[in-house]
Nanobody, 125 residues
Framework: QLQLVESGGGLVQPGESLRLSCVAS????????IAWFRQAPGKERDPISCINISGDTIKYTVSSDRGRFTISRDNAKNTVYLQISPLKSEDTAVYYC?????????????????WGQGTQVTVSS
């Protein structure tokens, strides 16, 4: 059974950094593509970035924002990370990692069938 568990969220001030973790179980992270999404209150779950089985990364945020998000993977820890720096108030959302049991990435949330419970990120001064 594929499972994902996110952690690392919290209350932070604008300009600070966070590294979110997504620990996988039931499979190895280099076997399937894993993506990070986020969902703000009252909004859709939007894609941020994805890493495929080759370790190639794709960023889905608007071009002006892409430099702030970095996805990475530690095969030994079976974990995928999302670094966000610097944080802005509009980054406040629940952050989810997901996998669709496929080798390639997709920006559509409907291709991802396994999600973690999410981790809340609140950016406020």
């Amino acid at each position: 059974q594929l499972q994902l568990v996110e952690s690392g969220g919290g209350l932070v001030q604008p300009g600070e950094s966070l590294r979110l973790s997504c620990v996988a179980s039931g499979f190895t992270v280099e076997t399937y593509a894993i993506a990070w999404f986020r969902q703000a209150p009252g909004k859709e779950r939007d894609p941020i970035s994805c890493i495929n089985i080759s370790g190639d990364t794709i960023k889905y945020t608007v071009s002006s924002d892409r430099g702030r998000f970095t996805i990475s993977r530690d095969n030994a820890k079976n974990t995928v990370y999302l670094q966000i720096s610097p944080l802005k108030s509009e980054d406040t959302a629940v952050y989810y990692c997901g996998t669709g049991g496929r080798q390639w990435c997709s920006s559509s949330r409907w291709t991802y069938t396994t999600w973690g419970q999410g981790t809340q990120v609140t950016v406020s001064s």
